[in-house]
């Protein structure tokens, strides 16, 4: 997905790198417990697939103030690759499951 940022076109991937940069932004394990580690993790994709990036966290939020809709995006992405990884899970317990039986 590419997400335009202050007039800069950005690419959003939701990927393992971004799991890694959350934890390092943060100095904890990932665990989304509230809306400003929502919006860090939303930032750690960001960062993740953008190596060059200028952005700073204070101005993706300020982004997000002006702009409502790059967080719904964000947030669009993330449920939609939460329910992929759910069906993929799912799918691996079955096959445990036939194996077991």
């Known amino acids: 997905m590419e997400i335009k940022?202050?007039?800069t076109n950005l690419q959003v991937?939701?990927?393992?790198r971004g799991y890694f940069v959350f934890e390092q932004l943060t100095g904890k394990p990932f665990?989304?417990?509230?809306?400003?580690?929502e919006y860090i993790f939303m930032y750690s994709l960001l960062i993740a697939n953008n190596p060059d990036i200028l952005l700073t966290l204070q101005d993706f939020i300020d982004a997000c103030d002006k702009d409502s809709?790059?967080?719904i995006e964000f947030q669009k992405?993330?449920?939609?690759?939460?329910?992929?990884e759910a069906q993929y899970f799912q799918k691996e317990e079955e096959k445990s499951d036939k194996k077991k039986a």
């Open 5 to 7: 940022i202050n007039g």
């Open 13 to 16: 991937k939701y990927t393992l």
């Open 31 to 37: 665990d989304i417990k509230g809306k400003l580690d």
């Open 69 to 71: 809709s790059i967080a």
């Open 77 to 84: 992405l993330i449920v939609n690759e939460i329910k992929i």
